[in-house]
């Protein structure tokens, strides 16, 4: 199952962004932990946050300079996962992935690049 990350964009520091994941082709992850990753230019990609299946998926935030600030949602009518970021800072900068995690098999998506200008 290939997921792909939507929503990305040019945004100034302190604003908001909403991305959304939904599957490309077919294939269903409603029964899946699915994780935010992002990649930052020059370095690795990174788990950003992951959310269990169901509407009130548990939410795990991997990144200490992100919490209080993303979370995750997922609507499993939509089949489509969300990471909502708020008070985005320039460090945020990324093209970030959504993932079905443990799933290496899974071929990744394009990921969506956020930009955060100051």
């Known amino acids: 199952v290939q997921l792909q990350a939507s929503g990305g964009g040019l945004v100034q520091t302190g604003g908001s962004l909403n991305l959304s994941c939904t599957v490309s082709g077919s294939g269903d992850f409603t029964s899946n932990i699915v994780g935010w990753y992002r990649q930052a230019p020059g370095k690795q990609r990174e788990l950003v946050a992951s959310i269990t299946p169901g509407d009130r998926g548990r939410v795990s935030i991997f990144m200490d300079s992100v919490k209080g600030r993303f979370t995750v949602s997922r609507d499993s009518a939509r089949n489509t996962v969300y990471l909502q970021m708020d008070n985005l800072k320039s460090e945020d900068t990324a093209v970030y992935y959504c993932?079905?995690?443990?799933?290496?098999?899974?071929?990744w998506g394009q990921g969506t690049q956020v930009t955060v200008s100051s």
């Open positions: 993932h079905r995690v443990g799933r290496v098999s899974d071929p």
